[in-house]
């Protein structure tokens, strides 16, 4: 090959190629420093469809967990990742449960809930 028709090919492919290398190294930098980042938020707006919370999916429930509220009455609360959302027996109304935790997505991952003896 001649030197000009190499140096256009080098050129034009190295730009390529370390355009992806820079995508890759600061999405490694952002997965690897999650802390850092935790407190933006990202609204599901702009997400792609898969990631839309549609009939309970994404782990949205993960369990639930059935006691009494001040009153006596019965309630359900449900865990996930969207954290707590609180309910009725028969899931006719759902409330938001989540206050007093800190807000965004990677501090509302609940795996578990349990009731203590104190209620």
């Given at each position: 090959?001649?030197?000009?028709?190499?140096?256009?090919?080098?050129?034009?492919?190295?730009?390529?190629?370390?355009?992806?290398?820079?995508?890759?190294?600061?999405?490694?930098?952002?997965?690897?420093?999650?802390?850092?980042?935790?407190?933006?938020?990202?609204?599901?707006?702009?997400?792609?469809?898969?990631?839309?919370?549609?009939h309970w999916n994404n782990?949205?429930?993960?369990?639930?967990?059935?006691?009494?509220?001040?009153?006596?009455?019965?309630?359900v609360l449900i865990y996930?990742?969207?954290?707590?959302?609180?309910?009725?027996?028969?899931?006719?109304?759902?409330?938001?449960?989540?206050?007093?935790?800190?807000?965004?997505?990677?501090?509302?991952?609940?795996?578990?809930?349990?009731?203590?003896?104190?209620?």
């Amino acid at each position: 090959m001649k030197r000009r028709t190499w140096r256009k090919y080098h050129k034009w492919t190295g730009l390529i190629i370390s355009f992806f290398l820079v995508m890759f190294c600061l999405s490694g930098i952002v997965l690897n420093h999650r802390r850092c980042f935790a407190d933006i938020n990202v609204s599901r707006a702009v997400l792609p469809g898969r990631y839309d919370f549609k009939h309970w999916n994404n782990g949205l429930l993960r369990g639930t967990l059935r006691c009494k509220d001040d009153k006596g009455h019965d309630m359900v609360l449900i865990y996930g990742a969207a954290g707590v959302i609180r309910t009725d027996t028969a899931a006719s109304i759902f409330i938001d449960y989540n206050q007093g935790l800190p807000s965004g997505a990677d501090y509302r991952q609940m795996r578990g809930v349990v009731q203590t003896k104190n209620g």
